[in-house]
């Protein structure tokens, strides 16, 4: 058996329709990670599905009660064939958003796989259990192809499945400080989020970070009539509106010293000179002035720190009122890269509103993503780009970080794992959104990548570990 066995067989797992079944049974089961009444659903998919599929691979599972009360379960599984050989940790998420049943157009709601031409439409397709099944399906083609020429798989594999990624990720961080032991390996595998477009194997080392904060101004208990108080009392959406735009100019460049990012070295520089965004059918036009200046697009997406206004209200938006509000309140987002000090993000926030006048307006950070990146010319990085060009004989994208965030800082911070993600969706999958799909061109394709790659990952021995 070769290589070339081990991808013929995965192809036939797609061909035959097998991946779909699996896909389909996932995708079944609504594991909305948002809803609280689905504890005994997002526990099932662990018992049920996740166990029963691993264990025909020859993993031995046990579920994990999370460290932080009411939290989902956590699986880990493990195939240990001989402790001096490389080992994987492979991770993923059964959790999915909500499925907002009623506004599908496309196939028959949420729950149900439903192919129209190219797209495999239903939730989770691409966030995150058609990827766990690309590559639990191509490690089952490799470990077959191996069974069949009495060879072993030549590396430990431990699968870690969490169900709350979609709430963001409780007690994934203290589960795996508490079981390093358990989750030892060389390298985190694994895959979530798109590729840099649909046609282009990629790799990404990390996430951008997030940090949401909300900006509040209260100017008095209640709202006075417009008419009779306009003049003589300061509105607060006006000030908050001011004070957003001391922040944030009108072309979106971020004008806070502490929270731009730093100036981008050269291995960043160089991989993301490789980059093109916003190739896709259906992508929107990019606005070429907005951000931050100097920067190429890409440049802004992986190596730079954007700030946004996500949502802001005053007074009743549905039914306006003539009275000058009380309150008003924004929610805003600053997405950033490794090195920014994120530990002052309250205190940069109040230092430059108090700067600027604007002493009334309160900041509370309400939540905080650490960033994460795996330097580009790392050698497991080298070694992951020339599996997947070997299989596909393309040009391997290699994004020194997600511009969206994941828990990556488990791995990489709390594990001190070298991190390769291998993403199987693409920009315009509608994650997150009613018609998610993935492309079963793309699920194709990824599977014949994952089965090369876990396929070399087998002829690595521990004295050839990149490092």
Known sequence: MTRDTAIEFVERYFD?????????????????SQQAESAAVLRAYLSDEMEAALGKLGFISALYDNPVANGAPFLIARR?????????????????????????????????????????????????????????????????????????????????????????????????????????????????????????????????GAANFELSVTARAKAYHSGNWGGLLSNPAVRLAHALASLIDEKGRVRVEGLRAAPIDAPVAVAIADLEVGTDPGDPDIDTEWGEPGLT????????????????????????????????????????????????LEACLRTHLDQ????????????????????????????????????????????????????????????????IWIPHSYPG????????????SVAREALRLMAGLFWDLGEVSAAKLPA
């Open 297 to 344: 697009p890409a440049e802004r997406v992986f190596g730079s720190n954007t700030l946004e206004v996500l949502a802001m209200v005053a007074g009743n938006p549905a039914q306006p009122v003539g009275a000058i509000p009380a309150v008003s309140r924004a929610f805003c987002q600053l997405r950033f890269v490794v090195g920014t000090d994120i530990a002052r």
């Open 80 to 208: 240990m064939e001989n402790p001096a050989w490389p080992a994987v940790l492979i991770y993923g998420h059964g959790d999915v958003v909500r499925g907002q049943d009623e506004q599908w157009t496309h196939g028959a709601g949420p729950w149900q796989v439903a192919i129209e031409e190219d797209c495999w439409y239903g939730r989770g397709s691409a966030d995150n259990k058609g990827q766990h099944t690309v590559n639990l399906g191509a490690l089952g083609a490799v470990i077959e192809a191996r069974v069949e020429a009495g060879q072993p798989l030549g590396f430990n594999v431990t699968v870690l499945m969490e169900m709350g990624e979609e709430v963001g990720s409780p007690g994934l961080n203290d589960l795996c400080a508490a079981l390093k032991e358990e989750l030892r390996a060389d390298v985190l595998i694994a895959s979530d989020g798109p590729r840099i477009s649909a046609a282009r194997p990629t790799v990404f080392l990390g996430s951008r």
């Open 429 to 440: 999958c509608a994650q997150h959104a009613p018609n998610e799909h993935m492309l079963g």
């Open 16 to 32: 035959e329709g097998r991946f779909l079944d699996d896909l389909a049974r996932r995708v079944a089961r609504r594991t909305q």
């Open 356 to 419: 600027h006048g604007f002493p009334d307006v309160d900041v509370r950070v309400t939540l905080v993503a650490p960033a994460t990146r795996l330097a580009p010319d790392h050698p497991w990085v080298n070694w992951a780009v020339r599996s997947i060009t070997q299989t596909t004989g393309k040009k391997v994208a290699i994004l020194p970080n997600l511009g969206g965030t994941i828990p990556n800082d488990a791995f990489a911070d709390v594990l001190g794992l070298p991190t």
